[in-house]
């Protein structure tokens, strides 16, 4: 279950004097089972981009291929060079009406917005969960399994099905808005900045149980400012700045990339600073092996003999 | 002569105050909304000199306390006394004079249409020479790196670059006290950085300086002398930057994370590594590099 992105372009208000263009030229590709970050400050175009990926937003121009749900712009409208398009909203009416079957490409990729915990509206955690699932289609008792199969796995136990959703504390009602997503089943998850706001327990929690899902098979796709859980949960990094990517490796590669970092906002996270200072000063720190403080110190231990 | 008796009678030091103290807080309580007090019965006493930092998760009160200081709040009960002058009604906008305060936001602080006529804003009323004024503001203006953006419209200027013309404007006044809220918080790690490096060198040039930092990151408390630990409107601990970071079930009950030089020596103790306490992120290079 691979996305493959080509020429992306979006442009928000086309053709009005607002018009902004929030996304220029992406090229990248999401493969099967990954666990990529999605990198790049407020305005950056993260959000935008992550919208496209299950049909909420159509590019202005470009193709996007997910596991063979095609988004060809082309295909839809052909604009011919050196003629003036004057019906803009006409033109967007059509590229949507083309989007066919965009039930089955929602199946197939599930988003969790910034504080999901905000979409939740039913009045137990049961339904509140088995809402997505039922609109797929599902027999009744598919659903109940799921869901409660999806709740499970965030760990929140039967007791909570009955309650109100809206009593629950902050960390418990994402990990329920979660659930709802997982319980969809989709083959690529996508989560927008899933730790904001919560404390440091909660925030390992939550990555703990985003690694597990990957494990399971879900392809991840995480925007996220924390250079902490790149380096420690993701596999590659995209970086991206004012609508461009800038910048696309391993997160070992991105934060060993000197030249990159000095013209960029990013900072690589302490732990890794810090393992590249003791080995500029004649450590033999294998970089490679440091994810987080507590393997930075055995590599430290390593190192020292 | 009778306006400054009256002025020395408003500016009273108080002879049980400390005469080093620069702020002083006794039993300071303050509350929005009754029966919800921010802050319960604070008493802390800040050294001319001193660089004290205020920590503590969301809501614990630490911003209200500097407003309290600078005297845009008024308490319930309990006394403030800048310089050991206790505040009140009449004079708190003259202590007020001592006290230079940045808060979080860089775009809720701009009042001049260019940068160095905000800069030399405060400047205004106290009676200096035009000369004088532009010496101060070039002055102030290169001491955060702004000098060549003198004549640009804040509007147009970068989160970073907005909180560095905010701390030039409050510095201009040469307070003796300055307050910086979060001043940090809504900036990039880079800018995060260069705010900490002016306050640095800001101190070096003037030794005599007292320092309030209010911050929820903890890497920033490392500069200061004493740290000061909130939570629900109470002090916790007062202490050393290294006795405080030490306690690290604490920190933790109250939602925050230790810094990171911390965690790691904690981790190296825990195999077997034996790490002596240490004041900075360098000496622990230094040790592990020996």
Do not use: W
């Not at chain 1, 327990?201 to 990957?214: A, V, W």
């Not at chain 1, 004012?242 to 997160?251: D, L």
């Not at chain 2, 916790?236 to 939602?255: C, Q, R, S, Y």
Request: aromatic content about 6%; some cysteine; overall charge negative.
């Amino acid at each position: 279950m691979s996305i493959i992105i080509e020429h992306l372009y979006h442009t928000y208000d086309e053709g009005l004097p607002t018009q902004q263009i929030a996304l220029q030229d992406i090229n990248c590709i999401f493969d099967d089972h990954c666990f990529t970050a999605l990198i790049g400050q407020t305005g950056s175009g993260k959000s935008t981009l992550i919208q496209h990926l299950n049909g909420l937003l159509i590019p202005t121009s470009g193709k996007i291929d997910i596991n063979s749900y095609l988004i060809d712009i082309s295909l839809i409208y052909k604009e011919k060079k050196g003629q003036q398009v004057v019906d803009y909203k006409a033109m967007k009416k059509k590229r949507k009406a083309k989007l066919k079957d965009i039930k089955s490409l929602r199946k197939k990729v599930g988003i969790v917005f910034q504080f999901p915990e905000y979409q939740l509206f039913e009045d137990t955690v049961i339904k509140d969960v088995s809402y997505g699932p039922k609109n797929f289609g599902l027999s009744e008792t598919e659903v109940l399994e799921n869901s409660k199969k999806a709740l499970d796995l965030v760990g929140i136990d039967s007791s909570y099905y009955e309650r109100t959703p809206f009593e629950l504390s902050g960390g418990e009602k994402r990990r329920v808005a979660i659930a709802g997503i997982i319980a969809m089943k989709p083959d690529i998850l996508v989560l927008d900045e899933p730790t904001v706001g919560l404390d440091a327990s909660g925030e390992e929690k939550l990555l703990t149980l985003i690694q597990k899902i990957h494990a399971d098979g879900t392809s991840i796709i995480l925007a996220t400012h924390d250079m902490d859980v790149v380096l420690k949960y993701c596999e590659r990094a995209i970086v991206l700045d004012r609508g461009k990517i800038v910048k696309e490796s391993s997160p070992l590669e991105l934060f060993q990339d000197r030249e990159f970092l000095k013209h960029s906002s990013l900072e690589p996270p302490k732990v890794f600073s810090f393992a590249l200072k003791l080995k500029d000063a004649g450590l033999n720190i294998n970089l490679s092996n440091v994810k987080d403080v507590s393997s930075l110190a055995q590599e430290i231990k390593r190192a020292r003999g | 002569m009778k306006n400054k008796a009256k002025l020395s009678e408003l500016l009273k030091k108080e002879n049980n105050i400390p005469k080093d103290s620069a702020v002083y807080l006794k039993d300071l309580t303050f509350s929005y909304e009754k029966n919800h007090p921010i802050l319960k019965k604070i008493n802390l006493d800040i050294k001319k000199g001193q660089v004290v930092a205020f920590i503590g998760h969301n809501g614990s009160g630490k911003s209200t306390l500097a407003k309290l200081i600078d005297g845009i709040l008024i308490q319930d009960s309990g006394d403030i006394a800048i310089f050991q002058t206790i505040m009140n009604d009449n004079n708190a906008l003259l202590l007020r004079e001592h006290i230079g305060l940045v808060f979080q936001n860089p775009d809720s602080q701009f009042i001049g249409a260019t940068v160095e006529d905000d800069i030399a804003f405060g400047l205004e009323n106290q009676n200096m020479s035009q000369v004088e004024m532009q010496k101060r503001v070039i002055e102030c203006a290169e001491l955060v790196g702004m000098e060549n953006y003198l004549k640009s419209e804040p509007s147009n200027l970068s989160g970073g670059q907005k909180q560095r013309v905010a701390i030039a404007g409050a510095i201009a006044r040469k307070p003796e006290i300055l307050i910086l809220d979060e001043a940090g918080a809504m900036l990039d790690p880079k800018g995060k950085i260069a705010i900490r490096n002016i306050i640095k060198k800001e101190k070096e040039l003037n030794p005599d300086l007292t320092i309030i930092l209010i911050t929820h990151e903890l890497e920033e408390a490392y500069d200061a002398d004493t740290v000061v630990v909130l939570s629900s409107g109470q002090i916790l601990m007062v202490d050393t930057p290294e006795k405080v970071f030490a306690n690290d079930e604490l920190l933790k009950n109250i939602g925050l994370d230790i810094p990171f030089a911390h965690k790691l020596r904690k981790s190296l103790i825990s195999l077997d590594i034996d790490v002596p306490e240490f004041n900075n992120e360098e000496e622990l290079l230094n040790f592990l590099c020996r």
